[in-house]
Each structure stands twice: as structure tokens, then as C-alpha cells.
């Protein structure tokens, strides 16, 4: 059988691709009906009950209104989108900040040092996310670990008040999305000609310029993937800023949850509110991937530069 | 090398017990569904032990989380742990199977009080599980001067040194009756009447927490609040001397967490025998035991230690002013938002 | 650039610093006497000789364990395929595709959790283990199938070509050429999903029955109660066994290279 007809030739250099064959769009049939059951139906799903009535044990009675979408827009709402659009901007340029060293350093260590940072990052990552930011409390509390020892360093007089506030809610953000914007930097760095970074440090531009002109310019796509990563479920937090904001730091997370697991008892709306969020996460992403599609045609090529496929 | 992979995968899958769930059909079971940690383990085990009846423990943090569970059909309960408002929702959409009162001769331990409450006046569709309050709690160490309702509580001078609930339906009641109205008030017109308390009151509350409110007390975090009877006696119980608990003055919530069987439940007849089982004094006596609450049932009650007897928090002497929760349907979205907004209006 | 490496390596210190901070914190306390979790009291093994007695603990690990498994084998299989069959065909659908395969990756928890929810309901499947997997594979092999499209650009196109030229079958060309070449990423896909899923607590709320609890299920029901040391046990009884676990598959993979 010529090596063609099955598709595995070698003729996909350079990242040029086949026309898909039977065999070709057979093989793909188990990832379609994966999305289209556990992706797409669910979100129709949601699409239908955002317009029915409130059901009066929750649920919901199917017919249409649009009185949820226009609760979506009421201002008591809108104050909290808002809010949470600015936790997740401030959580994500901290990440990008505090994580892009550490993803460069281990992206241009070696290997046995690269695979033990990794580990490092990766470890915290292991244990359960409840856990960490309860132990978050312990340190944050005004008897807790921080407040002790600065008072025992005679450092303060007073505790000083951490938790409770919306400092400790970004500290807690941080914390949990951290690696979510070293990895995909990593990815990106560790991709990075080593020679052009070395031509780059030692043509007399500082290391102020060698960065800003070309290190990080090269890792663009590593740093809209992290980006992404931080900044779209970031929005959707509510365990967090309800544990380290003493319940005070609602965000849309808390709200959609209270449709359906509090006191409102109203899945029409819970579900207008997921809809809307949905849709606005599906254009981003879609845009932000047909843009990075537009500077480079093959998927894996980007994915390889550490950005969105 | 996948391979050995593979098989290392199925392996490890088998050794951990993949077995274990085909097992658990055999037996005859019972899926009880709760609040978290309400329920004792040894109390499940005990029943178990004699009846030979597994029990499948799920658990909820709120009556509404429970009710989306419940309602979406998704899984069969056999016991739901309602309270009274609850109850008094699901009689009225049929969703509860009558009790056979015939299978729970147990019946009689529970207190007269417990029978002629408005969610279920003769007990036909639920059995009280454990009673409560909810009151104040004081640092008495921090606090000094008396504090004796919410009017009091809500001072400028605590200001970021109060722990609430975080339950939009309790706020909202305590705003009003604060106003002189009754429990069964929340109406769509009184509603807007607990905006400008509510503006006054959450500025000055540092913590809102529903599960578990003494944490922050016990953390000094803050020194006073409106929690459970349970925290707080749990509270008292722990630092004896430097907690106290008061109903306040202007009207206390009394909730009532009942067992109920809904309907569509499996296995009815466990159900029953589980009830029974409850109400027996001896066994019920274990769950005040772990859970400081006010017990329903009078037996019970008999057995328990003078230091339980005397706990403010759980047995609240002379006559306060309590009332249950009333059913108020599609009211309670609009109690959420209003709770949502002023939350959000007095926050950081 | 001496002192920029010096800078950046003081700079990570600190990141982890930051990142082990808690986790410090938290496997101190389950050495702690005191049950409140507050203050120091004294040093105990008691918490973790009272894991060994805790049926439903332990029963809630082995189902977690168990989903984890099955969540990995099957991410495996769609994220591998699904990155190589985009890598090697141009379908028209692609991009859609792309974008519907990584949208669970970035949607909030609840509402992923209650719209599968509806779904199961809806066509009526019964809550349990088959649930729970489908919740988690559905966003955990988006991060399988990145990882292997991002090992998939570097391939060299003459790899294959040479085994199919020296008599393997395309069979074989996959299995003795490819997946030994994908290894890497397999690994690193496999491993990010085998930790969220053993970690996922909100889709799992809405997708579990009362038979099938996962470990973060239960520490979440109790930690509502307080803060048990137990569950500070647990928390370090995990850490232990996945570092352990993480160097043995370092050490097989220095074997492998």
C-alpha cells in the first residue's frame, strides 16, 4: 500500500498539511463527537434555560423572556463585572511581572536544572487548592504566622490587617494562577535561538534594551497564551475571594453561583449570566487566535512559540 | 512503552479498588442527603451495624444547593435534611412522600412545641432533626458594654469587628424586624424598607461567613456577630468564660432542620427505619453530642450532661421572642439582589 | 550576563519562597496538637495515625485516584490524537474545532459544572464515576493536546520517512517513530491532567453522587466545619506521595531519553 493513501508520508514538511482522506476524517470523528456532546450541547443547553422563567424549587419552567439578559445588564451587576474585570487585570500584569523571570530563567537553564524548577513550580500546584489558601488564612490572620513574627521582630506594635481585605484577595489570586502564566512563558523562552539571545546581550544594548527590543518581543505568543490563562478564569473566581475577602469581595463567580447554589434559587438568570460570559470567552479567544493564525499558518508553529494554537 | 505503561495504569486502577463499587450494589442501601458534618459517623455506623443498611452520605451547604440537586433529577435521595421554610416549599409543590407514622413509633420523643409549627403542623411529611437559633455571639473579653439586639450590635464603634452570615435571607429579616416588622414580613413591598438599614449595618461588618463563623472569632479577627446557635455553643464550649450568646430582642430566627423523604426516593422503607432509628433517645443523645444544637427530642434531652444542659447557646433559658422562616417563592431572588447590591455598595 | 542570571535566580528564590510559604505552613500544622489549627502546641503524629482509621477519607482518595486514572488514559488518547490529526490534515472545520476543544480549558468551573449537569440530566445519565470522567476530560485534554502540538512542530519530517523507507509498516512508523518522539509531551500532558483532576473540586460538586466522592469533595464538606489537622495530613500525605512519584518518573525518563 503506497505510504500516501494512509497519510503517513513524510510529505508534511515544514508544517505544509494534507487534504484530510476517509481515513483522515474518520479519525477525527471521536474529538467532534467529544465536542459537539460535552462542549456544544451543554452550552445550547445553558443558551435555552437563560431564556425560561425561574422554576420555584430552582430549575427552571422552559418558555421565553429576555427579563434575564436585562438583569445581566442592571447596574447592580454591572458594579460587580467591573470589579472583577479589575481584580483580574491587576492579578494578571502581578503574574506577568513576578512570573516572566522565573519562566525566563528556567527557560534558559539547562536541562537537569530546567526539569528540577519545573518540579519546583509544579509541586505546590499538587497539593489541594482549598487547603493552600485556608493555610493563606493562617498567615494572614492578625495572630497568624506574618503578624507574629513582625511583632516579635518588634517590627509593629499592632497586628498589622491583612486578611480580610482585597490585598489578601490578590495575594490569594496570584498565588493560585501564577503557574498558569510561567508555563506557557517557559514554553516560549526555552524556544528562543540561543544564539540570538547571546548576539542580543552582548552588542553593547543593555540588558534593558536586549530585553524590551527583542527577547520579549519574541515571546509575544507565550505571553497572550499566559495572559489568557490568568486572565479568563480569574474572572471566574469564587472560592478565593470568598475565603481571604471574608465574603465582602463578591465577584461574577459568586454571583452566578449564588443563582444556583444560594439563596436566589434562579437558574434563568444563573444561566443568562454563564451565557454571557461564555460567548464573550469564545470571541476573545477566537480573535485572539485568529489574529496569532494570521502571522503564522501552521498551528503547531505556534503552539511551538509558546502561544495559542 | 506505552504499553507497560498502559498496564501499569490498569493496575494501579484495579488495586485501588475498582472492585469496591460493583460490591456496594449488592447490599441494600439508603442515600441520605445533608448538611455537611451533620451527621455523625458513628451514628451512620451504628445503623448500619444493626440494620445491615449502607449508608450513601452526600452533603450540601445550603438548602438551595440541595434543592438543585434535588429538583435537577439528577440523582435519587431517599432523605433530604430541609428546614422549615424548605419544607414548607416542597409540601406545597408535592414533593415529599407522607410519613407512615405507624413505621416511626420513635415519633412521640419529639417535644409538643415541634407539632404545631406553620411548615408542617402534624408532622406528615417531616420529622424535626435539630433545632437552632440564630443570635448573638460576644467576645465578652472585647465587648464590654451590653449588647441585647441587633440595634445595639450594629454600632459604629465596632465597625470592622463583626462576623455575620452570609445568607441574604437572614440579613434582609433582621433589617426589618430591627423596624418592629414580624418574620413573616418579607414582602415585596416591606423589602425596600430594609435598604436604608442594611446601608447603615454592612459598612461595619468585617466577615461574612455562613459555614463557619467562629473561625474568625476564635482568630480574634473579630469579637462579636450574628452566627448559628451551634458556632456559638460550639464557641462556649471551647473558651468557656469568654463567650456569651444573646437572643436579640427584637426577634430571633428559630430554623427547624427536618428529615423529609422526597419523592421519587428508592428505598422508602430505609428511609423509615432510619428516621426511627434517630429518634431513639440514646442515638440521638450522640448527635447533641457532636453537634451542640437544640435537640428536638425531649428523651434525648434527658440524657444529656448539665454542663450540655446548661449551654446558653443550645438551651436558651427564658422566653425570647422566636420565629421560623416562611416560604416567600420568587421573592427570593430579589431578596438576593438587594442583599447583592448593598453588599457590594458597602464593600471594599 | 553574570549578573543578569544572578538577579533572576534571586528572583525566583523569592517566587518560591512565595509558593512554599503555605505549603510550610501547612505540613507544620499537621504536626500540631492543638485541633484548632491556631496555635502551637505541641508535636503529634496523632492526625496522621486517625487518617488510617478514616474510612470515608480514604475511600474519597481511592475514588479520586480512581477518576484520576481514567480522566488521564482518555485525555491521552483525544488530546494525542486530536493534536496529531490536526497537525497532519487540513480540515476545514479546524479552527472551530481548535476553539470548541479549548473552551472548557478557560470557562469558569460553575459554569461548566451546571451546564454538564443540565446535560446529564437531560439525557439522563445517572451521576457517578462515568460522569465525573466525562466533566474532567472535557478540560483536561485541551492541555494534552497543546502540549503535544507544541512537540509536534519540532518533529523532523524525515524521522518517518526513513522508518517507512527501511520496511516498517505506517503502524509501526506511529508507535516505534512517533509516540516514542511524543513521549515528552504525553508525559507532561499527562501528568498536568492527572493533577487537575485529582485536584478539581467545583465540576465535581455538580457531577458526583453520594457514592462516588472525591477527596477534595470531602475535605471541602469538612473544612466547612474547621480546620481540622487531619486534613493538613492528608494535604501532606499527597505532597509526599506525588514529589515521590514525580522523581520516580524523572528518574525513568533520564533512562529514556
Known amino acids: 500500500m503506497p505510504p500516501e493513501a494512509t497519510g503517513f508520508s513524510g510529505a508534511a514538511s515544514g508544517g505544509s498539511q494534507r487534504q484530510p482522506g476517509r481515513i483522515g476524517w474518520l479519525l477525527l470523528t471521536p ?15 445553558m443558551l435555552v434555560y437563560s431564556f425560561a422563567h425561574r422554576g420555584t424549587l430552582g430549575g427552571v419552567v422552559l418558555g421565553f423572556t429576555l427579563e434575564n439578559y436585562a438583569g445581566v445588564l442592571d447596574p447592580v451587576y454591572m458594579r460587580i463585572v467591573i470589579r472583577s474585570i479589575v481584580y483580574a487585570t491587576i492579578t494578571t500584569l502581578l503574574c506577568l511581572g513576578a512570573g516572566y523571570p522565573v519562566a ?8 537537569r536544572l530546567r526539569n528540577a524548577l519545573l518540579m519546583a513550580v509544579m509541586v505546590p500546584f499538587w ?34 490587617e491583612m486578611l480580610y481585605t482585597p490585598g489578601a484577595v490578590v495575594v490569594g489570586l496570584v498565588y493560585t494562577f501564577l503557574p498558569f502564566m510561567i508555563l506557557p512563558i517557559y514554553s516560549s523562552v526555552e524556544k528562543l535561538d540561543g544564539a540570538l539571545v547571546e548576539a542580543a546581550l552582548d552588542l553593547g544594548a543593555g540588558p534593558v534594551r536586549a530585553f524590551s527590543r527583542v527577547i520579549i518581543p519574541l515571546t509575544v505568543p507565550g505571553i497572550a497564551a499566559g495572559v489568557l490563562l490568568v486572565f479568563v478564569p480569574s474572572l471566574g473566581i469564587y472560592a478565593v475571594n470568598d475565603i481571604l475577602g471574608g465574603g465582602r469581595v463578591d465577584m461574577i463567580g459568586n454571583i452566578i453561583e449564588n443563582q444556583f447554589k444560594g439563596n436566589a434559587r434562579n437558574w434563568p438568570f444563573g444561566a443568562a449570566l454563564g451565557t454571557t460570559l461564555l460567548v464573550s470567552f469564545a470571541l476573545i479567544y477566537w480573535f485572539v487566535s485568529r489574529r496569532q493564525r494570521a502571522e503564522t499558518g501552521d498551528p503547531g508553529e505556534r503552539v511551538l512559540r509558546g502561544g495559542l494554537p | 512503552m506505552i504499553r507497560s505503561a498502559t498496564r501499569m495504569l490498569v493496575t494501579l486502577a484495579l488495586a485501588l479498588g475498582l472492585v469496591t463499587p460493583l460490591r456496594a450494589a449488592a447490599a441494600e442501601e439508603l442515600n441520605l442527603f445533608a448538611w455537611s458534618e451533620y451527621v455523625p459517623q458513628s451514628v451512620l455506623d451504628g445503623f448500619t451495624k444493626e440494620t445491615g443498611i449502607q449508608v450513601n452520605y452526600e452533603s450540601y451547604a445550603s438548602n438551595e444547593e440541595m434543592l438543585a440537586k434535588l429538583m435537577s433529577g439528577a440523582a435519587s435521595y431517599d432523605l433530604i435534611q430541609p428546614s422549615e421554610y424548605v419544607i414548607e416549599a416542597l409540601v406545597k409543590e408535592k414533593q415529599l ?17 415541634y407539632w404545631n409549627q406553620p411548615h408542617d403542623p402534624e408532622l406528615r411529611y417531616s420529622v424535626p432533626y435539630m433545632q437552632g437559633t440564630v443570635g448573638i455571639v460576644l467576645n465578652t473579653k472585647k465587648v464590654k458594654d451590653p449588647v441585647t439586639g441587633y440595634g445595639d450590635l450594629f454600632q459604629p464603634r465596632y465597625k470592622g469587628r463583626i462576623v455575620v452570615l452570609d445568607d441574604a435571607l437572614e440579613i434582609v429579616t433582621w433589617a426589618l424586624a430591627a423596624q418592629g416588622i414580624g418574620f413573616d414580613g418579607v414582602t415585596k413591598a416591606n423589602l425596600e424598607k430594609a435598604r436604608p438599614t442594611l446601608t447603615q449595618w454592612l459598612p461595619l461588618v468585617k466577615v461574612y461567613d455562613s459555614d463557619s463563623p467562629k473561625t474568625a472569632l476564635l482568630n480574634g479577627d473579630v469579637d462579636l456577630g450574628v452566627v448559628w446557635s451551634g458556632e456559638a455553643a460550639i464557641l462556649i464550649q471551647e473558651q ?35 428516621i426511627d432509628y434517630i429518634l431513639r433517645p440514646e442515638v440521638s443523645r450522640k448527635i447533641s453530642d457532636e453537634f451542640p444544637y437544640t435537640n428536638p427530642n425531649v428523651e434525648a434531652r434527658k440524657l444529656l450532661s448539665a454542663e450540655q444542659r446548661a ?37 471594599p | 550576563m553574570k549578573l543578569v542570571t544572578r538577579l533572576l535566580g534571586v528572583w525566583t528564590g523569592f517566587v518560591l519562597l512565595f509558593f512554599y510559604l503555605p505549603i510550610a505552613v501547612l505540613v507544620l500544622f499537621s504536626f500540631n496538637q492543638s485541633k484548632l489549627n491556631i496555635v502551637w502546641t505541641g508535636f503529634t503524629l496523632d492526625w496522621y495515625t486517625s487518617l488510617w482509621h478514616d474510612t470515608v477519607l480514604v475511600r474519597a482518595l481511592q475514588n479520586s485516584l480512581i477518576v484520576a486514572v ?21 480540515y476545514r472545520a479546524s479552527s472551530v474545532l481548535e476553539t470548541l476543544a479549548f473552551l472548557p480549558m478557560i470557562v469558569p468551573e460553575v459554569i461548566l459544572g451546571v451546564s454538564l449537569l443540565i446535560l446529564f440530566v437531560t439525557i439522563g445519565l445517572q451521576l457517578g464515576y462515568t460522569t465525573i470522567v466525562i466533566s474532567h476530560v472535557t478540560f483536561c485534554f485541551p492541555f494534552v493536546m497543546a502540549s503535544v502540538q507544541a512537540r509536534l512542530a519540532g518533529l523532523d519530517p524525515a524521522l518517518e520517512e526513513a522508518a517507512l523507507d527501511l520496511g516498517a509498516t505506517p503502524l509501526q512508523a506511529f508507535t516505534k517513530v512517533l509516540v516514542p518522539y511524543l513521549m515528552p509531551a504525553i508525559v507532561s500532558g499527562g501528568l498536568m491532567s492527572f493533577t487537575l483532576s485529582l485536584d478539581e473540586l467545583i ?26 489537622p487531619s486534613l493538613n495530613a492528608i494535604s501532606t500525605v499527597f505532597i509526599a506521595v506525588t514529589v515521590l512519584a514525580l522523581l520516580i518518573t524523572e528518574m525513568v525518563r533520564r533512562r529514556n531519553p
Open chain 2, 240 to 274: 468557656p468564660g469568654n463567650f456569651a450568646y444573646v437572643l436579640p430582642k427584637e426577634g430571633a430566627h428559630m430554623f427547624i432542620d427536618n428529615l423529609a423523604i422526597p419523592k421519587g426516593a428508592s428505598h422508602v422503607d430505609a428511609a423509615h427505619k432510619f
Open chain 1, 104 to 111: 525566563y530563567l528556567i527557560g534558559r537553564s539547562d536541562e
Open chain 2, 97 to 113: 412522600i407522607p410519613l407512615d407514622h405507624a413505621k416511626l413509633p420513635n415519633l412521640k420523643n419529639i417535644g409538643k412545641e
Open chain 3, 203 to 228: 465540576v465535581t460538586y455538580f457531577t458526583a453522587s453520594a457514592g462516588t466522592r472525591t477527596l477534595p469533595l470531602e475535605i471541602f464538606g469538612r473544612v466547612k466545619k474547621g480546620l481540622d
Open chain 1, 31 to 45: 474529538l467532534i463527537a467529544w465536542a459537539f456532546a460535552f462542549v456544544v450541547a451543554p452550552a445550547v443547553i
Open chain 2, 311 to 347: 449551654n446558653a447557646a443550645s438551651y436558651p433559658p427564658g422566653n425570647p421572642k422566636l420565629s421560623t422562616f416562611r416560604d416567600i417563592g420568587p421573592l427570593a431572588a430579589d431578596v438576593d439582589k438587594l442583599f447583592t447590591d448593598m453588599k457590594a455598595k458597602s464593600g
Open chain 3, 70 to 90: 481514567f480522566t488521564t488514559l482518555i485525555s491521552l488518547v483525544l488530546g494525542t490524537a486530536g493534536a496529531w490529526l490536526l497537525y497532519r490534515y487540513r
Open chain 1, 127 to 160: 497539593t489541594s487548592f482549598l487547603i493552600r489558601t485556608y493555610a493563606w488564612v493562617t498567615i494572614l490572620k492578625s495572630q497568624g504566622l506574618l503578624n507574629s513574627i513582625a511583632m516579635q521582630l518588634q517590627l509593629i506594635s499592632e497586628p498589622f
